[in-house]
């Protein structure tokens, strides 16, 4: 079993095996990651072996703070007031590369940009500066399934694939970070996540170009059409159950279902829907109905984010 409780000797032993371009499962606030030494591209090769995934989906490369950020990008004047506001967080910026860049090519899929994020989860920093290393990480799931967001769900997908699952509980924002481009002359949201487009904008002072992109050449793995999917088909917008289906509720006028069910947040709350998103429709999909019914959700805040994975969760 790798699943080992996050302890200061099970971060200790993550954090060599990472150094010696193995693969490390880790929670972040956001969804756990699967982590490789992004300076090392046979460990980078690993997470998409791994993961099944397509190989022109640019990953995450996870850094300490702003500073050692700059080691590998060049943050402009937007760049900066993002990451003081939103870093350590939620929020990942796509930037214009230093020359002399430590992170392999194929963490960036030979783009001139690299992502970056500096994350709050204190596990996740305590792991980053025990490596020493940028730590390339996507969500640790295999290629075109849920997000996870316990150690379980991890496990599930790529138990046999990690040297280490550093489990810490349940992630506690429950959708990926926000990606944001700021390496060209406007900013332009990404991928909606877990720092609200509001919030991004009222830092920035402008509306945000919107560039989610087309399924034919994502610059985004979040734009692949069916990124998200569980087996069972999803059935959006909807205002009940019927008998076959499983239900997955939003708010306090949920429709009755006799079958299985989830409310992702009886008072509507969407910050706590997002964090029961992923977890609700693995145990949905695992009940065994012919569809699962979601009700409508706000497309305000959080909702954003959340409506995005479930129209992707959609999509056949
Ligand atoms: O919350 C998260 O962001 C999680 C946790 C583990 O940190 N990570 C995650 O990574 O979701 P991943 O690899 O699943 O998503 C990376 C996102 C994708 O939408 C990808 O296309 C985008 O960042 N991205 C990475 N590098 C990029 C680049 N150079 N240009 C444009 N988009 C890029
Ligand atoms: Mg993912």
Redesign the pocket.
Known sequence: MPIRPATADAIADAAAALREGRLVAFP?E????LGADATNARAVAAIYEAKGRPQF????A?VADAEDASRFAVLGPEAQALAAAFWPG?L?L?LNKQPDCAIADLV??G?D???L?V?SHPIARTFIRAAARPIA????NRSGHV?PTTAAHVEADLGAKVAIILDDGPSPIGV??T?V?VSGSQPAL??A??VTREDIEAVLGTRLAVHYGDAER??????LASHYAPRTPVRLNASSARPSEALLAFGPVAADHDGPSINLSLTGDLIEAAANLFAALRRLDAAGAATIAVMPIPEAGLGEAINDRLRRAAVR
């Open positions: 972040t956001t969804v756990y990651g989906n640019p990953l995450i996870h939620a990942t796509v960036t899929a783009l940009t690299v992502a994020r994350p990480a996507p969500s640790a997000s990926e970070s990606v481009d990404l991928r996540g877990g994502p610059s985004s793995p979040g734009q």
